[in-house]
């Protein structure tokens, strides 16, 4: 999936070569966009596990991609975000991605100081990739 951008010509990377893991997406009208990979083929457990905590307090708007590189499990993931580190609420509630699908996307417009994604599998592991994108002013 992506976009043409006719005023900078460039194509927003939805896959990112392994040895990166931020990248400025694109910048139109003034505004950037930051993908930060925060799972890299993370192996799921039966409980929930965390992916890297990004400091969301520079951003407008969030975008989130899970994709389950499973071919035969389903995983389950949920995203979480707090104003408080004390206090982590849901902004995605439990949803499952079976295996071999399209990645799963979310978007929120709530201020959040940190967010991070959470994930697990009920019956057999998967390898689970995970960004966020953010929007800068």
């Not at 389950?76 to 949803?95: A, H, M, N, R, Y």
């Amino acid at each position: 999936m992506s976009a043409d951008f006719r005023k900078t010509g460039q194509e927003v990377p939805f896959s990112m070569p392994d040895q990166m893991d931020t990248h400025q997406a694109f910048k139109s009208k003034g505004m950037g966009y930051k993908l930060k990979r925060v799972l890299k083929n993370h192996l799921t457990g039966a409980s929930y596990e965390d992916s890297f905590v990004l400091d969301a307090r520079l951003f407008s708007n969030l975008g989130f991609i899970i994709k389950n590189k499973s071919a035969v499990n389903t995983c389950f993931w949920k995203i979480l975000g707090c104003v408080d580190p004390d206090f982590w609420e849901e902004i995605q509630s439990e949803t499952s991605i079976n295996a071999a699908t399209q990645p799963a996307m979310v978007q929120t417009t709530k201020p959040f100081l940190f967010v991070k994604i959470q994930v697990k599998s009920n019956s057999g592991a998967c390898f689970v990739d995970a960004f966020i994108v953010g929007k800068t002013p």
